[in-house]
């Protein structure tokens, strides 16, 4: 992949003396949906497909960027003098949010750069694709500039930019998964202290298939923000009658008690979902570590459902792509992953099931939503790398 990123950057920029090339992971999220902005767990996983960049500094402060995927917008033009959000600059707003939030963080950046980048993750559809590229960045820079930070500081910093530059109220999970990757192992992340512990994935004679459904999505124009202002208005409101920080405090018994002061039957439903797919989450994790993979694989389907009836964030593209795996031969569990609204499932599937879960699940999605989804076998990967 080197080389050919090398190739990629000498046909955009002419030649390829001085240029490094570094790759950061996309993630697949376990359990633990809509949970990491509400103090709860979750438990994702880096994936060995993510974003490569070939990057050279140059002597001026001038910014050029270039995306393989998206080759049609281009080189988009900045300068580290002119760090501010610009719609027509798509996606180079989140290698720009990610210097600019350096900058926020006293990691000054003097040279500028042209980057050239290629994921092989498919583009918003779940898989972090947007993490990833603001990991590698971020990496990018910790490396050229040899900033001191760890690899938490770097995910704090890179939410930011996501949060503020780029004005989606994500949690930390995603780029907290980019960036703490580690080969078969999982993140247990607590999101309200970011203690985390590494959970070993042995799936025995199973394998993760993600199940693309090429819905696109994009978090600023999705009902995510408005999701977690509904939840922060449903703890405004429990806060009351209970000392809780976060949602993430409550058990499911305590939450049934306390719920009537929410008042409201939809704040009520979202409130539900953050508590019970936090307290979900803990015990999938204990379950795992059991060897129980069936009971693991059961709560991911309580989970979606959860997903689709309380929390509403699957549509029918995730909910046809989740009940027809649920129906297929050797599926230990399936739901969707990441904000929802479109994007991927992710699917424990026995090994010698694999080929007919992709016929089938495939013929019935396409019978019923008109277009295609596309299928990966993945495999859990590690953090960003210089290759
Ligand atoms: C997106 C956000 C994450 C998380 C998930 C839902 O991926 O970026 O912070 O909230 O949605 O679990």
Known sequence: MKNTMLQHFEKTFGDTDGVRVFFAPGRVNLIGEHTDYNGGHVFPCALTIGTYAAVRLRKDRNLRFFSVNLNKKGVIHSSLDELIHINEDDWANYPKGVLWAFAQHSFLVDQGMDIVYYGNIPNASGLSSSASIEVLTGYILMKLFDFDLDFKKLSLICQYAENKFNGVNCGIMDQFACAMGKKNHAIF????????????????????????????????????????????EALARLKTVVDVQSLGDLTEEEFEVHKGVIEDEVLIKRAKHAVYENQRTIRAVA????????????????????????????GMELDTLVETAWKQEGVIGARMTGAGFGGCTVNIVKNDAIHAFIENVGKVYEEKIGYKADFYVVEIGDGPVEL
């Open 189 to 232: 992340l607590d999101t309200s202290n970011l203690k985390y512990e590494y959970a070993p994935i042995d799936l025995g004679d199973a394998k993760l298939v993600i199940a693309c459904s090429n819905k696109k999505r994009g978090l600023g124009d999705s009902k995510y923000n408005e999701r977690r202002s509904q939840c922060e």
């Open 287 to 314: 379950a795992l570590k059991n060897h129980e993979l069936e009971t693991f694989g059961s709560l991911m389907n309580e989970s979606h459902t959860s997903l689709q009836y309380d929390y509403e964030v699957t």
